[in-house]
C-alpha cells in the first residue's frame, strides 16, 4: 500500500481566510481523492483529483471553495477558501492502489482544521 | 436515495466477549464492499475487501462476511487494542466509495 502523507496535521484559522493542505504519495497513483470528515458523520466525497485536469467535484462542493490542484502523479492540494466555522473538520486525502482500480482506498492521516 | 448504514453506533464490551458490527447497503450494482478501522486522529486504515454474497474474509479476530444485503464483521474474543472506530464503505459502478457513520468499539479489561 502507498504512503500518503499530508500536511499540515492540524490547525486553526480565522474566519475568511485559506487554507492549503497537501498530500503526498511515496508512489505513482491514478486514482486520488478528498474526503471530509465531520464529527460524527460519514467520510463525505469532496472531489477527485485528475492529474493535469480539474478536479471532479461531488454534489454539493464547488470549485472556488475547494480548489484543488493534481500537477503529477504523487502529489495534490486541497484549498478551503474563505473559511466558515462549519468548515472546521478534518480532511483526508486517499488515494487507489497501483495498477486498475479495484476500489480499496488508502488514506493519510488527515488535517484537523479549526476554523474560529 | 443510496444508503450504507451501520449498526450499532457504539458497542462496548469485555475483553473475550465476542460480537458482530453490521453495515447494510441499498446501493445497486455492487462492486465490492469495503472495511477501514480507524483510530483517533488518524486516518481510516485497509482492512478488508468483499466482492460477493458468501465471501468471507478473515484477519487475526475479525472476520467479515458478506450478503446479498449486509455485511457483518465479527469479534472472535476482542482485546483492548481492538478498541476503535470500524467503517464500512461500498462501491458502485461509476462512483467513489460510499461510507457509513461507522460503529465505534470500546474494548475494556
Known sequence: ????????????????????????????????????????????????????????????FVIDKFPISRPNLTFSTLTVSNMSPEDS???????????????????????????? | EDQVTQSPEALRLQE????????????????????????????????????SAGEEKEKERLKATLTKKESFLHITAP???DSATYLCAVHQAGTALIFGKGTTLSVSS
Not at chain 2, 460480537?19 to 486522529?41: E, K
Open chain 2, 16 to 51: 473475550g466477549e465476542s460480537s458482530s458490527l453490521n453495515c447494510s447497503y441499498t446501493v445497486s450494482g455492487l462492486r465490492g464492499l469495503f472495511w477501514y478501522r480507524q483510530d483517533p486522529g488518524k486516518g481510516p486504515e485497509f482492512l478488508f475487501t468483499l466482492y
Open chain 1, 89 to 116: 473538520s478534518i480532511y483526508l486525502c486517499s488515494v487507489g492502489g497501483q495498477g486498475a482500480w479495484t476500489g480499496e482506498l488508502f488514506f493519510g492521516e488527515g488535517s484537523r482544521l479549526t476554523v474560529l
Open chain 2, 79 to 81: 482485546k483492548p487494542e
Open chain 1, 1 to 60: 500500500s502507498a504512503v500518503i502523507s499530508q500536511k499540515p496535521s492540524r490547525d486553526i484559522c480565522q474566519r475568511g481566510t485559506s487554507l492549503t493542505i497537501q498530500c503526498q504519495v511515496d508512489s505513482q497513483v491514478t486514482m486520488m481523492f478528498w474526503y471530509r470528515q465531520q464529527p460524527g458523520q460519514s467520510l463525505t466525497l469532496i472531489a477527485t483529483a485528475n492529474q493535469g485536469s480539474e478536479a471532479t467535484y461531488e454534489s454539493g
